[in-house]
């Protein structure tokens, strides 16, 4: 199976999105994008999307798993589970089919990565309200992540990454580093606070907050220019 060195469009993986968007909401489901595909909807047309990052909001304490096999279930014919290449891993990876199955190995699949939103969840992402999520007058079917968790969710991957003991992670710090940059201008542009409340109604959770002051420090070390810009954003 071809999942390296494909001709990847943006087209192509808005519609695994928006694929996997429709089961899960058939299945009363609430999710949210995050990560390039994001990032790309948010009008960073240079970000061209690899995957999907797409973090499920009504779980019902059930895992990434479970949602994995409703979507594979839901449409075998275009979604299908493979085994981690980690032996010790417990996980399955989700991938998308460009063209449905024939009977052969597609020539071309996306990745779709499924999260848990809360603490106690890997990434440990904030759990969105409903109501605060963003959608674009471009791509209306797509559910959004709100800017500023998104920017935040960006910085934690920066750092993640640049931590990490694998060359490919850390290699991802650069594309990383241009991602934050956007993404900053952007939520300083609309204003975006850490005090205020998105969209009036739910503001970021303290324990999320403080484990981003953390980052932001650590990125501020590293690039004192954009100091000024993180200020206005409530980290001072």
Not at 24 to 43: P, R, Y
Not at 178 to 197: P, S
Request: net charge positive; charged share 30%; with cysteine.
């Amino acid at each position: 199976m071809v999942h390296n060195n494909q001709s990847l469009t943006s087209w192509e993986v808005r519609q695994s999105a928006k694929e996997t968007v429709s089961i899960l909401k058939n299945n009363k489901v609430k999710c949210c994008l995050f990560g390039s595909l994001a990032c790309h909807i948010q009008g960073m047309k240079y970000r061209r999307p690899g995957d999907v990052d797409l973090v499920i909001l009504n779980h019902g304490k059930r895992n990434a798993e479970y949602f994995k096999e409703l979507v594979a279930s839901s449409d075998s014919d275009r979604f299908y589970l493979e085994k981690s290449t980690n032996p010790k891993a417990k996980y399955k990876k989700l991938f998308y089919r460009v063209t449905p199955y024939q009977g052969r190995d597609p020539s071309k699949v996306y990745k779709i990565d499924i999260l848990i939103a809360g603490q106690d969840y890997p990434l440990q992402i904030p759990n969105v309200p409903v109501s605060c999520i963003q959608y674009s007058k471009q791509y209306p079917g797509l559910p959004l992540m709100p800017l500023l968790p998104l920017l935040l969710m960006k910085l934690q991957g920066w750092y993640d990454h640049r931590s990490s003991w694998r060359k490919d992670q850390v290699e991802k710090q650069r594309r990383d580093i241009t991602d934050i940059g956007k993404l900053l201008k952007m939520a300083k542009n609309e204003e975006c606070h850490l005090d205020e409340e998105i969209k009036g109604i739910w503001r970021l959770p303290k324990w999320f907050t403080n484990r981003m002051r953390r980052f932001v420090g650590e990125y501020i070390e590293h690039f004192p220019d954009t100091e000024e810009d993180w200020n206005s954003l409530g980290f001072e």
